[in-house]
């Protein structure tokens, strides 16, 4: 990792939301190395939704399947908020993603570090 590499993301604030723990303890020091504060992980959704209405981010990366909940409600919140948000799934393209959610990126997992923080990069 470069310098610049190191000042990619810059300060951001990015919600984390994932809910399998050594995936979420490897974004959540991915996304420091590249510069960025982590609020999380959260690994549920009625936490992420109270994060999502109530805390300030300038981006979020969302897991779409958190224990058989989708994220769904938290990523409209976001969206209302005016919050850009990427989703990072194990998971093929839904129907909702198609439809809600047309412009939001969606990284499949496993994707390397330095893809995932670019993709946050170009969002804030």
Same mark, same amino acid.
């Given at each position: 990792?470069?310098?610049?590499?190191?000042?990619?993301?810059?300060?951001?604030?990015?919600?984390? *939301?994932?809910?399998?723990?050594?995936?979420?303890?490897?974004?959540?020091?991915?996304?420091?190395?590249?510069?960025? /504060?982590?609020?999380? %992980?959260? %690994?549920?959704?009625?936490?992420?939704? *109270?994060?999502?209405?109530?805390?300030?981010?300038?981006?979020?990366?969302?897991?779409?399947?958190?224990?058989?909940?989708?994220?769904?409600?938290?990523? /409209?919140?976001?969206?209302?908020?005016? *919050?850009?948000?990427?989703?990072?799934?194990?998971?093929?393209?839904? /129907?909702?993603?198609?439809?809600?959610?047309?412009?939001? %990126?969606?990284?499949?997992?496993?994707? %390397?570090?330095?893809?995932?923080? /670019?993709?946050?990069?170009?969002?804030?």
């Amino acid at each position: 990792m470069t310098e610049a590499d190191a000042r990619v993301l810059n300060g951001q604030t990015i919600l984390l *939301v994932e809910d399998e723990a050594l995936i979420a303890m490897e974004i959540e020091m991915i996304l420091e190395a590249f510069g960025a /504060r982590v609020h999380g %992980p959260v %690994p549920d959704l009625a936490e992420a939704v *109270v994060a999502a209405e109530t805390e300030r981010f300038d981006a979020a990366v969302l897991d779409i399947d958190l224990g058989g909940e989708d994220v769904f409600p938290v990523a /409209r919140i976001l969206q209302r908020r005016e *919050v850009p948000f990427l989703f990072h799934t194990g998971h093929g393209l839904r /129907r909702e993603i198609e439809q809600d959610f047309p412009q939001v %990126p969606v990284c499949k997992k496993p994707m %390397p570090g330095d893809r995932l923080a /670019r993709h946050l990069a170009a969002l804030v």
